[in-house]
């Protein structure tokens, strides 16, 4: 089942384009990731289709998924690693899309929280400073938020960037189970093409055009990734 179709997408930044012509789709239980050297468009189109940054073309929600549905997690900044707030209170505003006028969360979305951060594993540090954990620790308490506000579909930017291999192949295999157990459908960006191919079903080239969009085991054949078979994470 179709959720998102994108026609003929387009991003400039101060006359320079930064997408051009893009088109692909992201199906139900798709785990998506877009590729590509730095520069190349990848969080740019990320944004266009979170509505973050203007664009031309046509991208359209299928089977009643709203922008409001997605879940997002960028890039980390140096200042978001510094948050002096504990795991929980970082987790909870991935509601905050639900509220409307309210001024307090419901029980039902404070459970969801709970419920979030114990598919990341994050029950026993709840209460502890986001400030004080582990980078991995950090990550993993940004995805749930992430996920806390997601119906279907989550959006990452780069999750494992600055993480060392080992707590890289962790937060990749947090994702994968919250795709394939879970039944969330995974959007990530990566510069990982190894790690990408062998984790992901489908890929999504960037060169500022598409250069390939299909199944993960077909670019892996057309590129020549012998790793997809022998390595990688």
Known sequence: MELIS???VSVKYDARAAVRGASFSVSEGDYLCI???????????????????RYEGEISFENGLKRSDLGYLPQQTQVQKGFPASVYEVVLPGCLNRLGRRLFYS????DDARESMRLLGLTDIANRSYRELSGGQQQRTLVARA???????????????????????????VIGELNAKQGMTVV????????????????????????????SAEYASKFGYKFFQNGGY
């Open 107 to 110: 029980a039902e979305e404070k």
């Open 147 to 173: 996920v806390c506000s997601a119906k279907k579909m989550i959006f990452l930017d780069e999750p494992v960037n600055g993480l060392d291999p080992t707590v890289s192949r962790q937060m990749y295999d």
């Open 188 to 215: 990530m960006v990566s510069h990982d093409i190894d790690s990408a191919v062998r984790r992901s079903n489908m890929i999504l080239h960037m060169d500022t055009e598409v250069r390939f969009f299909g199944p």
């Open 35 to 53: 590729v590509g050297e730095n520069g190349t468009g990848k969080s740019t189109l990320l944004k266009a289709i979170l509505g973050l940054v």
């Open 6 to 8: 994108a026609k003929n």
